[in-house]
C-alpha cells in the first residue's frame, strides 16, 4: 500500500466520508463544514470540481451513482435532509431533495444498476428510506419505519444476482433479479431486507451478533461464486463476516474477523471483493483477505504511512 | 423520543457501559410514596431491548427489599471474567450502604446481598464508584462524612483527609460526587474535592470551592478536562448551573441559565463532553452545550418534576429520567416519530379496561379516545449539535483500480480551533499480488522488446515441475526456433541423431561383420542382383538377416516347380502372375516374398499386399509401420495406446504434412483429455502447444489447473501469451483473440491487474472483438480510469443504456448551487454540440449584414411586453462572464486577427461567419448553465429563427451605431496596437452576452411563440427577476466604450455597473435588488437616430479622456460620468427633452467633435440657465465635468 495522491480537501471541518466515482477519477467528499466537495484526480491531480452547498448540517455520506444515469451523486446530513446532485454540462446542481425523514440521515446507498435508480437512505429516526427514480424526475419514495429502532447507522446493497443460477444465467432475457439490501443500526443488529410481491420491504433476516451498536454493514460485490458475503462492524470493536451459501438467502453464519480494541466505524470492500478494508476509531486501517483456509489475515495496516503524516500535525501543533 | 416507559416511582441506576446487553435497576424510591401508600421495596433490572417497539420494558430480575433506596449506582466491580453482571450498591437509610450482586439478581437467585455496612449515620444520598478502578466506592452521607470503601475488603472504609492512605493508584482524578447540601449539618456552601496523585503518596488534596449561596443539588466532573466541573443549584431563585475550574477557584468559568426553576438533577455525557442534561422544577429537561451555553435540546416531557436524569452509558444516544409522577421514561435525543408507539399505547389503555361491558350496562365502552399529545405526536427533532458519536472520524473505502481512499482526523483537544489540521484524503494504491504483478511486468516487458527465447529460457531454468519444464521448452521450440519439429522430436526423447546412434549399435555388429567380409561396392552389386534373385531368396523375415544371407545364398539357382508353395510360387512367377505369387507367399506366411514379389507386381499389388499383411501381422511395430507406410496418421492419433502418446506425437512431428498436422495435435490431444488418465489430460497441453490451437489451451488448462488464483492464472495468462506471440511470429499477423474460455480468462486476469493498478497493461490484455458485456464494461472503465493517459485512443463505446435522469420539479429555485471557477471553464467541449446560439446566428448574418447579429434584438424595444422576459438562463450566464472572462480573454485575444477584416468585408457572409467565432466561447459558458437551472425546454431555439424580420425594422437605428463602432478601429484609438488589441478582443467577448437573451426575448415577442411565452410565465418569480437584467445593463456600456478603453478598466465599466459578480456564487442576491432597473430599462426604444450623434460624440469624449487620464481620480469621474450619460440617453429615448435643450446639445457635441471646449462649456452655460432645473440636473452637470477634463486633458 503506498500513497499516491493526497487531495487537501480545505474542508474546514472533520471529513466524515470520501468516495471515489465508478471509474476512480473523480473524489466527493463530505464533511462537517456541511458542505460537499468533488474533486478531479485524475493522473494524481487535485482540481476542485464543484463545492456543493445545501446542507444545514454536517453531511456524514456521499455515494456515487452508475454513470449510465449520469454524473449523480447523493449525500445525506445530520440536517435529515438527502440531496441528489447531478452535474449538467459542467455544472453541479440539486437535482432532488428528500426531507422525509425526522433525525440525522447516515448513510446512503445506490443499488445496483440493474435495478434501477435506486437509493437507500439510513436515519436516526430508525427508518430507512427507499427512493426509486421513476422518470421525469419524479422519485417514489417508501418507507420502512422503525428498521432499526433509535437509528439505523448503514445501509449497503446486495449485488445483482439472480438466485439459483449465481454463474450462468441465459442471455437474451431480462435476468429476475432479487433485490435485497442489508442494514445495520443501533439496536445492534444486522438486518436483510428483501421486497415482498406486494412491494413492501420485510425484514426477512436479522442477524445477531454485535454486543453494541452496528456502525457499519457492507455487502460484498459479487464475485462470481455462489456465496454471499456481509461485513459489519460495531461500536463494540467486532467486525463480522456473514457469509451464505444457501441460494434462497437464508442460511447465514457469522464469523469473527477481528475485535478491535476500538469502536470500528467503517467497512469496505474492494471491487473485486476479496480484500476488506476496516477503519477504526483509533484512526487506524487494516486490510483483511481471506486465506486459502478459510481465516481471515490482516495483510496491512495502514497507520504506518499516514502516522507519519499525524505525527507531524501534532508536531505542529504542539508548536502553536 | 420517547422510547421506553417503566411504571415506578424509583431510583435507578443504568448497567455499566461494558455490560450487555443493557440493563436499568430501579430501587424504590425512598423519598416518595406512590399513589397505592404501598410500603413494599424492590429492587428490580429491567432490560432496553430495542428490538422491541412497545414501550414495556422487561423485567429480568426483582428482589424485594427491607428498605427503600435514597440512591443506587451500578458498578463493574468483578464483571468481564465470569460472565459477572457487576454489583448493585444502594444507599439507605440509617447509613446502610448495601451491595447486591447483579448477577444473582438476574438470576433470582439467593444471596444476593454481598455486602452491607452501616457506618454512616442517616441516610446515604451520594454513592460513586471510580471510573478507574472499580473497586472503589465513595459514599456520603448527612453526616457530612465521606467513606472510600474497597469493595475487595468492605469492612472498613477509609476516610479522606486521614493520614493513613491506602495506595491509590488513580491517574487521573478520582471521579465522586462528594457531596452534599441536603443535610443541616453539611456545610451548604462549600464543596469538597479530594485527590491524591499516584507518585507522590501524598495525603488528599483539599479543595473548596465557594459557590456564592449555592445549595447545591448536582455536581458532575468535566468527562476529559481533568480540574473541570459543574454545579447545579437547586434554589429557586438561582437556577443555574455554573462550571468551574479548579485552577480558577475564586469564580465559575461559566454559567448556564436557562431553567426558571431550580435544578434538581445534571448529568455529563461520558459519550460527549458538549451534552449535558439537567432536569428542574420547571418541568423541563434540558441538554446544554457547556462550553457555549446553549440549549441544543429539550426533551418534551410531562407535566411532572423529573428528579433524576441519567444518560445510558453504553448507548449515548439513550437516557432516563425518574419522575415524580412516578415514571421512569427513557428516551432518544435523536428525534424520530412516536406514531406507531402512540398507537400501541392507546390500545393498551383501552384494553386494559374491559371494554365488553365492564358496568354491566349491556353495552360495550366505546374504545377508549385517548387525548393525542401533541408534544408526542409531532416530530421530535434530534439534538441540535450533532452528537459526538455520530461524526465519523475516520475511513477507508476501496476505488477502481484497487485504489484505496482514506482519511481521519487527528484527535484534538476541544478547544483546539480545527482549522490547524490539513483536512486530507489520501488515495493509496493497494497491491496485494506482489509477485503476480512482479511476473506481470516481466511478461509484459517480454512482450513488448520481443525477447521471447530468453524469457522461455528462463522459464524453464525456473519451473518448478517437469511438466512445467517441458510446457515451456514446447512453448520455446515451437515458436521461435527454427525446425521446430526436430526440436520437438528432441524433446519428446526422438533425437535424430541418438536414434541413429541407438540402430548403429544394435545393427553395429552385423555390419562390421559384413564389412569384413565384403566390400561395399560387392554389396551394392549384390543390391542390384536382388530383384532378379528374390524368386530364390531364402525366406528370411528380418532384413538383417536378410542381408546377412544374400551372399551366402548367391551361388545356388534353381527354380522350384515341384507342387508345393514354392513350386506353385515359382510356377506362378514364370507365367507373370504376380498376384497369385504373392497371394502364395501371404498364405504361406511368406511376407517378405509376399512383398518384395508385389513390388514388382506394380502399385495396386504392393498396396492389397501391404494391407494383407498388416491385417495378418500383429507385432506391435505394425500399426506405426502400417500408419506410416498408409500414411493414415489420423489411424494413429485415433488409435494408439495413449500411454504411447509421445510416440504418437513424435511421428506427427516426422511425418504429418503442416497443413493438417496442427488438426492431428489437436485430436491427439483431446483424446488425451477425454480418455487419459490424470497426467495424460494434463499433457494433452502439450499437444496443444504443438498445434499452436491457443483456445483448446486455455480450454485443456482450466480443466486441470486451479486457475481463479492469482499466480496461476498468471502461470495461463504467460503460456498463452507466449503461444500466442509464437503463431503471431509464425503467421507474421496479428492473431486475434478467439474463444470464449480465453476471453473469460483474460478479462478475468485483465480485471485483476486492474484491482492492483496496473489499468494500462489490464487494457491491452482485454479481448477486443467481443461483445462481453464484461469485456466492454471493464474496457470503459479501464478507460476512463486513466483519465489523459490515453487520450490517444478512441473512448470505446459506453457499455450501459444511458438513462437519462431529469430534475424533478421538487427543487426549490432559491437554491443555486454554483460551481467555481475552475469548473466554468472545463465544459467548453461539449457545449458547442448543444449551443443553440450559434445556428441562429447565421440567419441573422445575410439579412443585416453590416450589423452585428448580436445587437438588433438588444435594441428591439419589445413594445408589447410588459413583463421582462424571463430567462433563466440568465442568472448563471452573466455570472459566467465575469469570471470566465478572464479565462475566456486568451482565446478571444488569439482570435482577435479575424476581427480587423469584418468592417472591411461587411456583406461577405461567409467572411462575417468566422468573426462570430468569437462569440463561441462565450455561449459555450452560458449554454450550459442555461439547460442546468431550466425545467423547461430551453425556449431560445425555437424563437431564434422566427426573430429575424422582426429584428430588422429596429436595426436600422442601430445600424450607424454600429458601424461607428466598427469604423473606430481604424481611427486613432486602433492605431495604438496593444491597447487597442485588448479593446478588440474585449468586443468579441462583450458581445455574446446579448445572444443568449435574444432567443427567448424575441420568442417572446414574437406571435407565433406565445406558448412559450405562456410557459415561461410560470416560472418562478426569482427567475424572472434576474433574467432580463444584465443584458441590456451589459450590453449598453459595451458598446461604445470598449474600443476605447483599456482591457482593465473595461471590464470595470462595462462589468461593473451592471452589478456583474466577479464571484459566480454570488449571483441572486446581487441581482434581486436591481432587477427594477432593468425592468425599465428593458422598455427603452432606440435613441432616435438624429440625437444618436449625441451619445456617440459624448461617449467617444469620455472614452479618450478615459484613455487620457492618468489619475485614479479622473478615472472615476469618468466611470460615474458614463453612468449619469445613461440618464441622458434615456430621454432621449423617450423624447422627454424639450427643443431647446435638444438643440444645445447637438451644439455642444459639435464643439466637442471640434474640440472646442470652450465653446461647448459656454453652450453649456446657456443651456443650463434657460431650462428647467429638473430636466436636465440629471445629466447636464456631469457633461460639464467631462468637457472640463477633457478639456484639461486636451483631447
Given at each position: 500500500?503506498?500513497?499516491i495522491?493526497t ?10 466520508d470520501a ?13 462537517s463544514?456541511?458542505s ?12 476542485l470540481?464543484?463545492d ?20 449523480i451523486?447523493a449525500?445525506c446530513s ?6 441528489i446532485?447531478k452535474e ?5 446542481d440539486?437535482m432532488y431533495e ?9 448513510s446512503v ?6 435495478f434501477?435508480l435506486i437509493l437507500?437512505?439510513?436515519s ?6 427507499l427512493?426509486t427514480?421513476?422518470?421525469d424526475g419524479?422519485?417514489e419514495v417508501k418507507k420502512?419505519?422503525?428498521a432499526h429502532?433509535i437509528?439505523?447507522?448503514a445501509?449497503?446493497?446486495a449485488p445483482a444476482?439472480v438466485p439459483?443460477?449465481l ?9 429476475n433479479?432479487?433485490?435485497r ?12 431486507w428483501?421486497?415482498?410481491?406486494d412491494?413492501?420491504?420485510?425484514d426477512d433476516?436479522?442477524l445477531?451478533a454485535h ?9 460484498a460485490?459479487?464475485?462470481?461464486l455462489p456465496?454471499s458475503?456481509?461485513a ?5 470493536g467486532?467486525?463480522f ?6 441460494p434462497?438467502?437464508n442460511?447465514?453464519?457469522?464469523k ?11 467497512v469496505?470492500?474492494?471491487?473485486t ?11 487506524k ?7 486459502v ?6 495483510i ?6 499516514q502516522s507519519?503524516?499525524?505525527t507531524?500535525t501534532?508536531?505542529?501543533q504542539n508548536?502553536? | ?11 435507578q ?15 424504590t424510591s ?8 404501598s410500603?413494599n421495596a ?5 432490560e432496553?431491548?430495542?428490538?422491541d ?7 429480568r430480575g426483582?428482589l424485594p427489599?427491607?428498605?427503600?433506596f ?11 471474567s465470569?460472565?459477572?453482571?457487576g454489583?448493585?450498591v ?5 447509613g446502610?450502604v ?9 438470576a433470582g437467585g439467593?444471596?444476593t446481598?454481598?455486602g452491607?455496612?452501616?457506618?454512616h449515620?442517616?441516610?446515604v444520598r451520594a ?7 472499580n ?26 483527609g ?8 488513580i491517574?487521573r482524578v ?11 449539618r ?8 479530594y ?7 501524598s ?7 465557594n ?9 458532575e466532573?468535566?468527562p476529559?478536562?481533568a480540574?473541570?466541573?459543574?454545579l447545579?443549584?437547586?434554589d429557586?431563585?438561582?437556577p ?5 475550574d ?16 431550580g ?18 422544577k ?12 446553549e ?6 416531557t ?6 433524576d436524569?441519567?444518560?445510558c452509558p453504553?448507548s449515548?444516544?439513550v437516557?432516563?429520567a425518574?419522575a415524580?409522577?412516578?415514571?421512569i421514561?427513557?428516551y ?9 408507539q ?10 386494559s379496561?374491559n ?14 379516545q385517548v ?7 409531532t416530530?421530535?427533532?434530534p439534538l441540535k449539535k450533532?452528537p459526538k458519536w455520530?461524526?465519523q472520524?475516520v ?11 482514506t482519511?481521519?482526523n ?15 484524503v489520501?488515495?493509496?494504491?493497494v497491491t ?7 511476473r506481470?511486468?516481466e511478461?509484459q ?9 530468453n524469457?522461455c ?17 514446447f ?15 528432441n ?5 535424430k541423431?541418438e536414434?541413429k ?8 555388429h552385423s ?5 569384413q567380409?565384403t566390400?561395399?561396392s560387392d ?5 542390384q ?10 525366406a ?9 544371407h544374400?551372399?551366402e545364398?548367391?551361388p545356388?539357382f534353381?527354380i ?6 514354392d513350386?506353385?510360387i515359382?510356377q ?8 497369385e ?5 501371404l498364405?504361406d506366411g ?8 508385389a513390388?514388382?507386381g506394380?502399385?495396386g ?9 498388416f491385417?495378418?501381422q500383429?507385432?506391435?511395430?505394425t500399426?506405426?509401420l502400417?500408419s506410416?507406410?498408409t ?16 510416440e504418437a506425437l513424435?511421428?506427427?512431428l ?14 491427439l490431444?483431446?483424446?488425451l483429455?477425454?480418455e487419459?488418465?490424470?497426467?495424460q489430460?494434463?499433457?494433452?497441453c502439450?499437444?496443444?502447444i ?5 483456445e ?5 488448462w482450466v480443466?486441470?489447473?486451479?486457475s481463479?488464483?492469482?499466480?496461476a ?7 498463452v501469451m ?5 503463431m ?7 492473431v486475434?483473440?478467439?474463444g470464449?474460455v480465453?476471453?473469460?480468462k ?11 493498478g496496473s ?6 490484455y482485454?479481448?477486443?472483438?467481443t461483445?462481453?458485456?464484461s ?14 493517459a ?6 470505446p463505446?459506453?457499455p450501459?443504456?444511458q438513462?437519462?435522469v431529469?430534475?424533478g420539479?421538487?427543487?426549490a429555485p432559491?437554491a443555486?448551487?454554483?460551481?467555481q471557477?475552475?469548473e ?5 467541449p461539449k ?11 447565421t440567419p441573422?448574418v ?6 452585428q447579429p448580436?445587437?438588433?434584438?438588444v435594441?428591439?424595444p419589445p413594445?408589447?411586453a ?33 476581427l480587423?477584416?469584418?468592417?472591411k468585408?461587411?456583406?461577405?457572409s461567409p467572411g ?7 462569440v ?10 442555461y439547460?442546468?437551472?431550466n425545467?423547461?425546454p ?17 436595426t436600422?437605428?442601430?445600424?450607424p ?5 466598427y469604423s473606430?478601429?481604424?481611427g486613432?484609438g486602433?492605431?495604438?496596437g496593444?491597447?487597442?488589441m ?6 468579441s ?12 426575448r424575441?420568442?417572446?415577442n414574437d406571435?407565433?411563440?406565445?406558448h412559450g ?12 427577476a434576474?433574467?432580463?437584467?444584465t443584458?441590456p445593463v451589459?450590453?449598453f456600456?459595451a458598446?461604445p ?5 483599456q482591457?482593465?478598466?473595461a471590464?470595470?465599466v ?5 452589478g456583474?459578480p466577479?464571484?459566480?456564487?454570488m449571483q441572486?442576491?446581487?441581482?434581486r435588488?436591481q ?6 430599462k ?7 437616430s438624429e ?14 479622456c ?8 479622473t ?5 460615474d460620468?458614463t453612468?449619469r450619460?445613461?440618464?441622458l440617453?434615456?430621454?432621449l429615448r423617450e ?5 431647446n435643450i435638444?438643440?444645445?446639445?447637438h451644439?455642444?457635441a459639435?464643439c ?8 461647448a ?5 446657456q443651456?443650463v ?6 430636466e ?8 460639464k465635468?467631462?468637457m ?8
Open positions: 500500500v503506498s500513497v495522491n487531495v487537501d480537501t480545505s474542508h474546514e471541518d472533520m471529513i466524515h468516495q471515489m466515482d465508478y471509474y476512480g477519477t473523480r473524489l466527493a467528499t463530505c464533511s463544514d456541511r460537499v466537495k468533488i474533486f478531479d484526480v485524475k493522473n494524481g491531480g487535485q482540481i470540481v464543484a456543493l452547498r445545501g446542507h444545514e448540517g454536517p453531511v456524514w455520506q456521499v455515494a456515487w451513482a452508475h454513470p449510465m444515469y449520469g454524473n451523486l449525500s445530520y440536517d435529515r435532509k438527502v440531496i446532485w449538467e454540462n459542467g455544472t453541479w440539486k428528500y426531507t422525509g425523514h425526522d433525525s440525522s440521515v447516515n446507498c445506490w443499488a445496483p444498476h440493474d434501477g437507500a437512505c439510513g436516526s429516526d430508525g427508518a430507512v428510506s427512493l427514480h421513476t422518470g419524479q422519485w420502512i419505519s422503525n429502532t437509528g439505523c447507522n445501509v449497503s446493497w444476482v439459483g443460477s454463474v450462468d444465467q441465459p442471455s437474451g432475457q431480462k435476468p433479479y432479487v433485490k439490501f442489508v442494514s445495520g443500526g443501533c439496536d445492534n443488529l444486522v438486518k436483510l428483501n421486497i415482498e410481491e412491494g413492501q420491504w420485510k433476516q436479522k445477531e454486543s453494541d451498536w452496528v456502525r457499519d454493514v457492507a455487502w460485490p459479487s464475485i462470481g456465496t458475503s456481509i459489519s462492524c460495531s461500536q463494540d467486532r467486525v463476516i456473514w457469509t451464505c451459501d444457501d434462497s438467502g442460511a447465514w453464519t457469522a469473527e474477523l477481528h475485535k478491535f480494541n476500538d469502536v470500528v466505524w467503517h469496505s470492500w474492494s471491487i471483493g476479496n480484500i476488506l478494508a476496516v477503519s477504526g476509531g483509533d484512526n486501517v487494516t486490510l483483511w483477505k481471506e486465506s483456509d478459510g481465516q481471515w489475515v490482516c496491512s495496516d495502514i497507520n504506518k504511512g507519519a503524516v499525524s507531524i501534532e508536531g505542529q508548536e502553536q | 423520543m420517547k422510547l421506553k416507559e417503566i411504571e415506578r416511582t424509583a431510583n441506576a443504568w448497567s455499566p457501559a461494558s455490560h450487555h446487553p443493557i440493563f436499568l435497576a430501579t430501587g425512598a423519598q416518595q410514596l406512590d399513589a397505592s401508600f410500603t424492590a429492587l428490580e433490572i429491567f432496553l431491548d430495542f428490538g417497539p412497545s414501550l414495556d420494558m422487561k423485567l426483582s427489599t427491607h428498605n427503600r435514597h440512591k443506587l449506582i451500578w458498578g463493574g466491580f468483578g464483571m468481564g465470569d460472565g459477572s453482571s454489583v448493585i444502594s444507599g439507605g437509610d440509617n446502610a448495601t451491595l447486591y450482586s447483579a448477577t444473582k439478581v438476574l439467593k444471596e446481598i454481598i452491607q455496612n452501616e457506618k449515620s442517616g441516610p454513592l460513586d464508584f471510580n471510573p478507574f478502578q473497586n472503589l466506592l465513595a459514599t456520603g452521607a448527612n453526616d457530612s462524612e465521606i467513606y472510600i470503601w474497597d469493595l475487595n475488603n468492605f469492612s472498613v472504609p477509609m476516610t479522606p486521614a493520614n493513613s492512605q491506602p495506595d491509590f493508584s491517574n478520582l471521579r465522586n460526587k462528594q457531596v452534599q447540601s441536603i443535610s443541616s453539611v456545610d451548604k456552601k462549600k464543596l469538597k474535592c485527590w491524591q496523585k499516584l507518585k507522590l503518596n495525603p488528599f488534596i483539599y479543595f473548596s470551592l459557590p456564592n449561596r449555592m445549595r447545591c443539588s448536582g455536581m466532573w468535566h476529559e478536562v480540574t473541570q466541573l459543574v447545579a443549584s437547586e429557586d431563585r438561582m443555574v448551573i455554573q462550571m468551574w479548579l485552577r480558577f477557584a475564586t469564580s465559575p468559568l461559566k454559567v448556564l441559565e436557562n431553567h426558571t426553576k435544578i434538581l438533577s445534571i448529568c455529563w455525557s461520558q459519550a460527549d463532553p458538549e451534552l449535558l442534561l439537567s432536569s428542574a420547571d418541568n423541563k429537561i434540558l441538554c446544554w452545550n457547556p462550553n457555549t451555553g440549549v441544543i435540546y429539550e426533551l418534551p410531562s407535566n411532572q418534576w423529573c428528579f436524569v441519567q444518560w453504553r449515548p444516544v437516557l432516563s425518574a415524580f409522577d412516578g415514571r421514561s427513557i432518544s435525543v435523536m428525534g424520530g416519530n412516536l406514531v406507531a402512540q398507537l400501541s399505547q392507546a390500545d393498551k389503555i383501552s384494553s379496561f371494554n365488553l361491558d365492564p358496568f354491566g350496562t349491556g353495552q360495550p365502552l366505546p374504545p377508549l387525548p393525542q399529545h401533541v408534544a408526542q405526536t416530530v421530535v427533532q450533532p455520530i461524526r472520524p475511513g477507508a473505502c476501496f476505488a477502481f483500480g484497487g485504489k484505496l481512499i482519511f481521519d487527528p484527535k484534538a483537544a476541544p478547544q483546539q480551533a480545527q482549522q490547524l489540521f490539513p483536512r486530507q489520501f488515495i493509496s494504491q496485494t499480488e506482489t509477485q503476480f504483478l512482479q506481470s511486468n511478461l516487458a517480454v512482450l513488448q522488446s520481443s525477447d521471447f527465447i524469457y529460457q528462463s522459464k524453464i531454468r525456473t519451473a518448478q515441475s517437469e511438466f512445467e519444464r517441458s510446457v515451456w521448452n512453448l520455446k521450440k515451437v515458436n521461435f526456433e527454427q525446425d521446430a519439429r526436430s526440436k520437438f522430436l524433446l519428446l526423447g526422438y533425437s541423431e536414434v546412434k541407438k540402430i548403429s549399435s544394435c545393427l553395429g555390419l562390421k561383420n559384413k564389412d567380409e566390400d561395399t554389396l551394392e552389386e549384390k543390391l542382383d536382388l530383384p532378379d534373385s528374390t524368386a530364390g531368396g531364402d528370411s523375415t528380418s532384413s538383417a538377416d536378410f542381408f546377412d544374400i551372399p545364398n548367391r545356388k534353381e522350384p516347380i515341384a507342387a508345393d508353395t513350386g506353385l515359382g506362378a512367377l514364370l507365367i507373370g502372375s504376380f498376384e505369387a504373392v497371394e502364395l507367399c498364405s511368406r511376407f517378405a516374398d509376399a512383398i518384395i514379389l513390388v514388382a506394380g502399385e499389388l504392393l498396396r492389397k499386399t501391404q494391407q494383407k499383411y491385417i495378418n500383429k507385432s506391435k511395430i500399426s506405426l502400417s506410416i507406410v500414411h493414415s496418421w489420423r489411424e494413429i492419433v485415433q488409435s494408439c495406446d495413449l500411454g504411447n502418446w509421445k513424435a511421428a506427427l516426422t511425418y504429418a504434412k503442416a497443413e493438417e498436422f496442427s488438426t492431428l495435435c489437436d485430436t490431444g483431446s483424446r483429455e477425454v487419459g488418465d490424470g497426467t489430460r494434463v499433457q494433452a502439450l499437444c496443444y504443438c498445434s499452436g490451437n491457443v483448446k489451451l486455455v480450454q485443456c480443466k486441470n489447473h486451479e481463479s488464483l492469482p499466480l492464472l498468471e502461470d495461463l495468462v504467460e503460456k507466449m503461444l500466442q506471440k509464437s503471431e511470429v509464425q503467421q507474421g499477423t496479428e486475434p483473440i478467439k470464449s480465453l476471453a473469460e483474460l478479462t478475468q486476469y485483465a480485471s485483476l491487474l486492474a484491482a492492483q489499468l494500462a497493461v489490464a487494457m491491452s482485454l479481448p477486443a472483438n461483445n462481453e458485456s469485456v466492454l464494461q471493464l474496457r470503459d472503465r479501464l478507460f476512463h480510469s486513466q483519465g489523459e490515453v487520450l490517444g485512443l478512441q473512448p463505446p459506453f450501459f443504456a438513462v437519462q431529469d430534475k420539479p421538487h427543487v432559491s443555486p448551487v454554483t460551481g471557477p475552475t466554468v471553464q472545463r465544459p467548453t457545449p458547442f454540440q448543444q449551443a443553440p446560439h450559434q445556428p441562429g446566428f441573422l445575410p439579412a443585416q449584414p453590416s450589423v448580436s445587437l438588433p434584438p435594441f428591439s413594445a408589447s410588459a413583463a421582462p422576459p424571463p430567462s433563466p438562463s440568465f442568472v448563471p450566464l452573466s455570472s459566467a462572464a465575469p469570471s470566465g472572462a478572464a479565462g475566456t480573454a486568451a482565446n478571444v485575444y488569439s482570435r482577435v486577427g479575424m480587423p477584416s469584418y468592417p468585408h461587411p456583406t461577405s462575417t461567419v468566422p468573426s462570430s467565432g468569437p463561441v466561447p462565450g455561449s459555450p459558458l452560458r449554454s450550459p448553465s439547460q442546468a437551472t425545467p423547461l430551453p425556449p431560445s431555439q425555437p424563437g431564434f429563427h422566427p426573430p429575424v424580420p422582426q429584428g430588422l425594422p429596429s436600422p437605428t442601430s445600424t451605431v454600429l458601424q461607428h463602432l473606430y478601429p481604424a486613432a486602433y492605431t495604438q496593444p491597447l487597442g485588448p479593446s478588440l478582443s474585449f468586443t467577448t462583450t458581445a455574446p452576452p446579448p445572444p443568449p437573451p435574444t432567443g427567448p424575441d420568442g417572446w406571435p407565433p411563440n406565445v411565452m405562456l410557459r415561461r410565465k410560470k416560472l418562478p418569480e426569482n427567475y424572472t434576474p433574467a432580463p437584467i443584458a451589459m450590453s456600456p458598446e466604450q470598449p474600443l476605447h478603453s482591457v482593465p478598466s471590464k470595470e462595462v462589468f461593473a455597473p451592471p456583474a466577479k464571484e459566480a456564487s441572486l442576491e446581487k441581482y435588488p432587477s427594477q432597473l432593468p425592468a425599465e428593458i422598455e427603452r426604444k432606440a435613441i432616435p440625437h444618436l450623434f449625441l451619445k456617440t460624440t459624448f461617449d467617444k469624449m469620455v472614452q479618450c478615459y484613455l487620457a487620464a492618468g489619475d485614479p481620480q478615472k472615476r469621474k469618468l466611470d460620468a453612468k450619460l445613461e440618464n440617453y434615456d430621454k423624447h422627454t427633452l424639450s427643443p435638444l438643440g444645445g446639445l451644439e455642444i459639435h466637442i467633435e471640434c474640440r472646442n471646449y470652450q465653446q462649456l459656454s453652450i453649456h452655460t443651456v440657465s434657460s431650462s428647467n432645473f429638473s436636465i440636473s440629471a445629466f447636464m452637470p456631469v457633461l465635468v467631462v472640463t477634463v477633457a478639456n484639461k486633458l486636451n483631447v
